[in-house]
């Protein structure tokens, strides 16, 4: 006797499918490397703003930095826009029309088109903020922050007439891209002298070259009580105290 096949629906797979916190599918699965429990991306990462523990066993995920034992399982995000038709279509419409909505019209041109960096694309080609979209990909996994690059006028400083306003001040990169890096991005954007140096600030507090964007977000923006998105880093040229 020949054995009749099961059909299998979406919700018999929704207990490996769904995000323990908000109950949803997942999206961006990211899994704690710790423990191996798996939440949207998004959710995990506001969890760890104000515990250190995984939300589903309880188990200390990292003393001070949750954030570096987070992956993103790209295998998981394929099964599940597979499983569930339309998913995908769905949320790139609502990314889309999130980015559309938070982010100001520059010169009366489009919103600002948010960038994917780890190393900023700084090489070749005109230095506008535009790229062809090759390394678009490069630190993905890495969890993302949304900044705005201000540059700080009224210094009094010689150099001030050279830094400018960046054409596109509002960048989406990695969190773990370094003060280094954004001054790196900075002086080739705006085509400064190697030997020109800049002082990057946060709230007013010049920032330290290894201070990464997520040490400065958890430690120097939420904590100061800012609770506005993007976060907001000005530059200006060196101030010499000498």
Same mark, same amino acid.
């Given at each position: 006797?020949?054995?009749?096949?099961?059909?299998?629906?979406?919700?018999?797979?929704?207990?490996?499918?769904?995000?323990?916190?908000?109950?949803?599918?997942?999206?961006?699965?990211?899994?704690?490397?710790?423990?191996?429990?798996?939440?949207?991306?998004?959710?995990?990462?506001?969890?760890?703003?104000?515990?250190?523990?995984?939300?589903?066993?309880?188990?200390?995920?990292?003393?001070?930095?949750?954030?570096?034992?987070?992956?993103?399982?790209?295998?998981?995000?394929?099964?599940?826009?597979?499983?569930?038709?339309?998913?995908?279509?769905?949320?790139?419409?609502?990314?889309?029309?999130?980015?559309?909505?938070?982010?100001?019209?520059?010169?009366?041109?489009?919103?600002?088109?948010?960038?994917?960096?780890?190393?900023?694309?700084?090489?070749?080609?005109?230095?506008?903020?535009?790229?062809?979209?090759?390394?678009?990909?490069?630190?993905?996994?890495?969890?993302?922050?949304?900044?705005?690059?201000?540059?700080? *006028?009224?210094?009094?400083?010689?150099?001030?007439?050279?830094?400018?306003?960046?054409?596109?001040?509002?960048? *989406?990169?990695?969190?773990?891209?370094?003060?280094?890096?954004?001054?790196?991005?900075?002086?080739?954007?705006?085509?400064?002298?190697?030997?020109?140096?800049?002082?990057?600030?946060?709230?007013?507090?010049?920032?330290?070259?290894?201070?990464?964007?997520?040490?400065?977000?958890?430690?120097?923006?939420?904590?100061?009580?800012?609770?506005?998105?993007?976060?907001?880093?000005?530059?200006?040229?060196?101030?010499?105290?000498?």
């Amino acid at each position: 006797m020949a054995a009749t096949g099961r059909k299998h629906m979406v919700k018999d797979f929704n207990h490996f499918i769904t995000c323990y916190l908000c109950r949803g599918y997942l999206i961006k699965p990211t899994t704690v490397t710790e423990c191996l429990h798996t939440f949207c991306k998004s959710c995990i990462v506001q969890h760890f703003e104000e515990s250190n523990d995984c939300p589903k066993c309880g188990i200390q995920v990292h003393e001070t930095n949750p954030l570096e034992m987070l992956r993103l399982d790209n295998t998981l995000e394929e099964i599940i826009f597979k499983l569930v038709p339309g998913l995908r279509e769905k949320e790139e419409q609502q990314e889309l029309e999130f980015w559309k909505k938070n982010q100001p019209r520059e010169n009366g041109q489009e919103n600002v088109r948010c960038q994917r960096l780890g190393l900023p694309d700084v090489g070749g080609g005109g230095g506008d903020e535009d790229d062809d979209g090759s390394n678009e990909d490069y630190h993905r996994s890495d969890p993302q922050i949304a900044i705005c690059l201000d540059c700080l *006028r009224n210094t009094g400083q010689s150099g001030e007439s050279t830094v400018t306003d960046l054409m596109k001040r509002f960048i *989406r990169c990695s969190s773990r891209v370094t003060v280094g890096t954004i001054k790196k991005f900075l002086s080739l954007k705006l085509k400064l002298p190697s030997s020109y140096e800049l002082d990057v600030l946060c709230n007013g507090e010049i920032m330290g070259r290894d201070h990464t964007l997520e040490f400065i977000y958890m430690t120097r923006w939420r904590l100061h009580g800012e609770n506005t998105y993007p976060m907001v880093l000005e530059y200006r040229p060196r101030i010499d105290f000498g």
